[in-house]
């Protein structure tokens, strides 16, 4: 059996483990529903300070070769504020060079401590720690207690947890920083291109009618002018899919409750097939089929009605139908585009949603595959093709798009589309 002695030890031990097990915790949760990072490091330095019984604590970002006080607390934080310390210099610079944790028993006197507001501050005993990326010093977490304060090895284990959560929280920030910087610049670029594009189209579009007009135009010159435009219209159009792709790749889609049917019906409505082929269109729309979409869904369903037209080897028959299914409780909507005579091999179709198939593989104002894909994805679906006739792609194609529905009826009963 334990003695009492043995026993009061092994509760004092169990209490310290505890201790530091809450105060990770907490440090560990601190800043968890801050939206910024300036936010989380404030959530972090106030946990830490409160924890610790610090009178000074504060963080230094490396900027080059030098580290500047950007956030503290307590008696002098004012004067520090903005304070910089080369790196290899002082108490923080010296942490930044070795990558190490320090610790001074009395900052008054001992040299390596030389910024001038810790000293008129009153600060004693210091310890701080770095804050590493990568294994490379983004900056230091140091703090400071007025009275005598001897180091421990708990509240070190606890500074080092916090300067990961900090560390981490500057990482993300300024990764997030640079990317809105290359957005904004890549977005000003396809700003330019659209802009100088269009406008030497409408040059050359000109050009090209001014041809047109004179009398008595040979046949095949009229036809080969026509194809130039043609190709002028599709050089556009790359752009504004680039544009799109930019949009949805950056998750910038507004999303907005919108009625299925009246997509579906829109998207028929403008689509346009060559004159020497016969093309019917079924689809009967219902009432209160709502969705969370982008009107770019609109544009999905151009895509695979055009692209069922325009790749058939000759007439077409396209028949949309819209199911309801349920997945783990979730309601989603199942819309179908069957052709008849889309012919897609098996092995193709593994590779049709791709990116290697191209921003301008599409013709005309349908998308690629691909950003039809991305399209149904950041909306939460899926997207695939199948063959109309099991086992035989030569009898035409089924693309099905799956979008989570929302289970209301809000618009009223419209008439069947028949084209």
């Keep these: 059996m334990m003695g009492k002695h043995e026993d009061g030890g092994l509760q004092e031990q169990l209490n ?26 404030y959530d972090v330095l106030q946990t830490l300070r409160g924890n610790l019984n610090a009178d000074f604590i504060t963080i230094l970002l490396r900027e080059d070769k030098n580290l500047a006080a950007i956030m503290g607390f307590g008696e002098g934080w004012e004067t520090a504020e903005g304070f910089i310390e080369p790196i290899g210099q002082g108490f923080a610079g010296k942490i930044a060079e070795t990558k190490e944790h320090l610790y001074v028993h009395d900052a008054r006197v001992d040299p390596i401590v030389i910024s001038p507001y810790i000293k008129s501050a009153g600060i004693r005993s210091m310890l701080g720690v ?8 983004v900056g230091v977490l140091q703090l400071g207690w007025k009275g005598t304060h001897p180091f421990s090895e708990m509240e070190l284990k606890i500074l080092n947890v916090a300067a990961e959560r900090c560390a981490s929280a500057i990482v993300i920030s300024r990764m997030c920083e640079i990317n809105d910087d290359l957005n904004a ?36 010159v009229k036809d080969t002018i026509e194809g130039v435009k043609r190709d002028l219209r599709e050089s556009e159009t790359i752009v504004d899919n680039v544009r799109v792709l930019y949009h949805t790749l950056n998750e910038d889609l507004p999303i907005e409750t919108m009625d299925l049917d009246s997509l579906i019906q829109d998207a028929i409505k403008e ?7 016969n093309v019917g269109i079924h689809y009967a729309p219902e009432m209160g089929r ?3 979409g ?9 895509t695979l009605v055009n692209n069922a037209i325009m790749c058939s080897r ?29 012919a897609i091999p098996d092995d193709v179709k593994e590779e049709l949603f791709d990116f290697h198939f191209g921003v301008s593989q599409a013709h005309g104002k349908a998308l690629p595959l691909f950003l039809v894909k991305l399209i149904v994805d950041r909306m939460g679906g899926s997207i695939m093709v199948e063959n109309r006739v099991p086992g035989d792609y030569r009898r035409g194609s089924v693309f099905r798009v799956v979008l989570p529905a929302i289970e209301a009826a809000v618009i ?6 028949y084209r």
């Design 16 to 41: 310290k483990a505890s201790e530091i097990v809450n105060m990770v915790l907490e440090i560990g949760m601190s800043g968890a529903r801050a939206r910024h990072a300036e936010e989380q490091l």
């Design 130 to 137: 770095p804050l590493l990326y990568g294994g490379e010093p």
């Design 185 to 220: 610049q890549a977005c000003m670029y396809l700003d330019i291109i659209e802009h100088d594009l269009k406008n030497l189209n409408k040059v050359m579009h000109e050009d090209l009618d001014s041809v047109l007009s004179i009398p008595d135009l040979d046949r095949d």
């Design 271 to 277: 689509v346009e097939w060559p004159e020497t082929k």
């Design 290 to 292: 709502v969705v969370n």
């Design 294 to 302: 982008t009107i770019l869904l609109k544009d999905v369903f151009y």
């Design 314 to 342: 000759g007439d077409a028959v396209i028949d949309i139908s819209v199911g309801k299914v349920h997945v783990d409780r979730q309601p989603f909507y199942i819309v179908s585009v069957i052709d008849d005579s889309q």
């Design 412 to 417: 009223p009963e419209v008439e069947p589309v």
